[in-house]
């Protein structure tokens, strides 16, 4: 039984039924300013029980990917992009407010260093899907765990993203006029449910993290609920809010929720529970996750 989800479920549990919630710093490297993200008991529980994650669980582990990111002197290689800058917030629409959603990922792709990746989670209706986009390279990696073609919204979004960052940085000039964007479709685990994508986006940006873009095609994905649950327990970051009326009283997490783990092996916070010797099926993680249901609390 995994204790670092056994841990979050029981607080979750005895804490957060009543209306507090779990405070996460987001910083404007990934949403373009400073802001906090608020984790809700349904969002704990749905993640808990694999139902349909939350887009504020899958910007919290954008924050631990990062965060990871920087312990491994990764910072400048990889840059996460929100979702909630770039996915369409309705879909009936011919555009869908992609005009903006453009001009917000362009405002990430400005001064970018050549080998820099871009890792952009994209929700085009109740499906996610995940982006990698190497802008001087004019090319967008393109992740599907339904393994569909159909990506109009997300093409034209990444089209006009780069080709404003061409012009704006000259490079549509030293290329021919009419070189366009290359995309490729990328092979990667399939799901074979209908809300499992979210998770699986999770663990494909946490497999390119740290072994490369061709990890993926092994069909490993990480112990990703794992990292996600001991992150919120040991970051100093994370805080509680407890909501009561119009006033707001932040409290400190309780003990009992820092984990019994020993990283001293590892020399690095989060130690054996992302190491890469971990990675194993994202089927035998679930088999053997605690579910708010089966944990008779009290």
């Not at 910007?59 to 990889?78: H, S």
């Amino acid at each position: 039984m995994n204790r670092a989800m056994k841990h979050l479920a029981y607080y979750a549990h005895i804490s957060m039924r009543q209306g507090n919630q779990i405070e996460v710093p987001i910083p404007y490297t990934i949403m373009g300013f400073d802001m906090p993200v608020f984790l809700s008991f349904e969002d704990i529980y749905e993640f808990i029980n694999l139902q349909e994650i939350s887009a504020n669980c899958i910007l919290v582990y954008m924050r631990y990917l990062e965060e990871l990111c920087r312990i491994n002197g990764q910072a400048e290689k990889f840059v996460f992009v929100s979702p909630s800058l770039i996915s369409p917030v309705r879909t009936d629409t011919e555009d869908a407010g992609r005009r903006e959603r453009a001009d917000n990922l362009l405002s990430f792709l400005r001064d970018a260093p050549k080998e820099r990746l871009y890792l952009v989670p994209h929700n085009r209706g109740r499906h996610w899907v995940l982006g990698v986009i190497d802008p001087w390279e004019d090319l967008v990696l393109y992740f599907d765990p339904l393994r569909e073609k159909k990506r109009d919204d997300f093409t034209e979004l990444m089209n006009m993203a780069l080709a404003d960052w061409k012009i704006t940085t000259g490079e549509g000039i030293r290329r021919r006029r009419d070189c366009k964007t290359k995309f490729s479709n990328r092979p990667c685990p399939l799901q074979e449910g209908s809300v499992e994508c979210g998770y699986f986006i999770l663990g494909f940006m946490r497999d390119i993290v740290l072994n490369g873009i061709d990890a993926l095609e092994t069909g490993q994905v990480g112990e990703l609920r794992s990292n996600l649950a001991a992150f919120l327990a040991l970051n100093p970051v994370t805080k509680l809010l407890k909501v009561s009326g119009h006033t707001n009283s932040k409290i400190r997490p309780p003990l009992n929720l820092v984990l019994p783990f020993s990283f001293s092996h590892y020399n690095r916070p989060f130690g054996h529970i992302w190491a890469p010797n971990s990675l194993v099926l994202l089927g035998n993680i679930l088999g053997e996750t605690p579910t708010l249901k089966t944990l008779n609390l009290p």
